[in-house]
């Protein structure tokens, strides 16, 4: 681009811009809206605030960094599964890639190479979310229905590959220690040593911001939040709607591989099912809903889901800190998420 | 009608906030029973508010409303109903997949011990039908029915509960112009049997032909209520926009000499279309007149790429086009503002800068994909002030906004990047008498500039006030061509295909 003349002829537009922004900005005024929009933020702070003072243990630098290490799965699958739920989707089978990803990834590293169970468990992952989304536009499967199938197909296959035991890259079966370090290495291991950040948060973090400025920033974002908020407007306005939800399934399926990979190297095993995967489809989408993100697409973020999700986190983290037995927990939560989503529905209703 | 005139509603300060935006402002009014009382104003004037607060969807921040003398505060529509208070809502509020007799009676089903007795259905609708002298076939699905028969089971179904008040917001708005008859017929019926009837809408003709008494609305605020008796359509407007206003004439100059820019030839669609050709000069309005399934929507929808085609060519500029997909469409410079702009146009969750860069937002982003905010907001501002849309700030939400200014906002994404070809259905429903002639010029300004206008309404005065060709399609096919300014008897006669289609 031709930067010199295109600079001078910005400027006037920009002054012009930050006068308006000011005047909209002096007319403010607390509403509804910002109730449903920022509620969120003022609870996750009222809970921060209350459980720093109440439990000494809490507001410290392992704590912190456990409650991010411990959601740092689910984190990643929510932040994905927002871009589909954004874009008028929804992803049931976020379990299945998990762990149908991290098992082939498992075998791979037994029967092939340590080295290329990286990128099998990525590829995995985005081959399955590649299923879903022709499963949703070309064949028309609403997308409820096509990845619960989907998923319950993932879990299938995970079980015929594994025959019903998990598979230990690294000495059990027959490798070096040397492979078995690799497996677990990022899921066990810090980064700037034993005082650092668990590898899985840095990925987590990473996910998120890249996801939240793909969202709101660019092009591709500005599409997925119009096909979620008016399919046949956006088709109207000549986007390839198809290709467009088939990229959100994709993403998702990347994510979820990710997660699978880091939770089972941090186990280091490639697991024939577990209670993890079978939940973290609805645990993802709790955090996607208790964030503030409109379950019929065109509408939230994913730094709201982030706040969702560790506010979840915050529960269980808190619970125990403070020792109120287990089984309140999921009250709790269900509770929040009610709470949250009759808030966002009671102001678009007025 | 007897002297003593009993006034079932009487509403005294009501007023309503959204958002911040005074919909209505200390509103007093009285009803009179029996009567049709016609509520008036421009959009966003507050009138459907209105509609919607007497039939308890709405719940007033403040005043009174009462019924028969009872202060009454109605938390849902459920329970206007309890007091005989029916809405028939904009959108008809009916449920697709039941058939029209279940939903006149959804929630006061003849049963006994829990389970339906379809027969004492049947004979109650057969009763309704008679009394009433309309209906509409009974196991018919209403998901299968033409807007006009659903409007009917709508008032069926209140008049099943024994309403005496039906409130109507824009009952018309989908109706052609026989079913608006019928309707109007159907409503003096109610009328004389004593119902009173609320008329929301914003065709001043029908409403003056229609109702009793009239309360014009302006910005909220009560302008007057009056006899309809005593009230003129000029008089109507000056009250709905504090001063008069003309309707414009535009010019309408010869296009013969001028390049051709967009030609159809020979387009198919099978059942649908039948070999459509015309063309289209530079800085011409073509108008597209014809009836209600006529096939004229389908014609528009087909050459923007929106439906598909089974054959035909579509040249813009001399250029072959293929045209598969409204993308296709948009790249080779043809534009398409569609029928419904809440369905098919607005993202109604998104800001209006978001709106008018929708289609071409690759033209404010960085080469990487980056949307530049500020690059952005300035360039949707002048568009927003261009058109003359309020609020023109770019980050309202397009939900917010009035219809008119909806409309305008939906110009905008068409207009930010000059289409040669812009097709325009029905570019004025819903919208006000003021934002109405704000887009008529706007129309005549675009053509003057060079671009080729098709223009489709069911409205034939407006198609007649603006286009300088008029075409006229019947079953799917160009059956005749005028030059500007036809006889509107004569266009109406084609459409209808009564005489001269040979021409």
Redesign the interface.
Known sequence: ?TSQPQQAA?TE??Q??GL?RLR?WRSF?V???HVRDYGILVVFLAMFLFLTFKSPVFLTKDNLLNLLYNNSGVGIAACAVTVVVICGNFDLSLGGIFILSALLAAWVAVHWNIWLAFPVALAAGVLMGLINGLLVTKLRVNAFLATLASGLVFFGIDKAVSGGTAIYPGTSSGGSVHEGNIWTFLGQNKLGGSGGVQYPVIIFAVVAIVLQIVLA???????V??IG??R?????????VDRIIIITFVIAGFAAGLAGLLEYSAQGQGSPGDPTSQALALAAIAGVALGGTSIFG??GSVWRTVIGVLMLGLITNGFNLLGVPDFYQDIVRGGLIVVAVAIGSMVER? | MSDVRTSPIRLVGISKR???TKALDDVSLEIEAGTVHGLVGANGAGKSTLGKIIGGLVRPDDGQMEVDGRPVRYATPADARADGIALIAQELALVPFLTVMENVFLGVEPHRRGFVTRRHMRQQYAELVSRWGFGVRSDALVGSLRAADRQKVEILRAVATNSRVIVMDEPTSSLTHVETERLHSMIRVLRENGTTIVYVSHFLDEVLELADAVTVLRNGRLVRTASAADETEAMLVAGMFGAAVEAEHFEKPEHSGAPVVFEVEGVRREGILNDVSFSIREGEIVGLAGLVGSGRTELARAI?G?DPVDGGRIRVDGRDCRIS???D???SGIA?L?ESRK????????TLA?NTT??H??TV?S?L???RP??E??KS??LLHFLSVDPP?P?ARAGNLSGGNQQKVLFA?WLFKRPRVLILDEPTRGVDVGARAAIHRLINDLAAEGAAILLISSELEEVLGLAHRVLVIRRGAIVREFAADPPLGDVMEAAFGLAGTSA
């Open positions: 681009m910005a537009p920009v012009a811009e308006a909209e005024r509403r509804a809206e920033r660019t092009v591709f974002g500005r599409h939040y119009g908020g008016n046949e407007a956006a088709r109207l306005s000549g986007l390839k065109g509408v007025r | 959204y958002a911040g923007a929106a997909s409204p993308g469409a948009i790249r398409f569609p369905e098919d146009g607005l993202f109604m969750d998104l978001a929708f289609a937002v690759q982003a080469r994909g980056f949307v500020i690059v907001r300035s501002r002048s700030s980050s994404r």
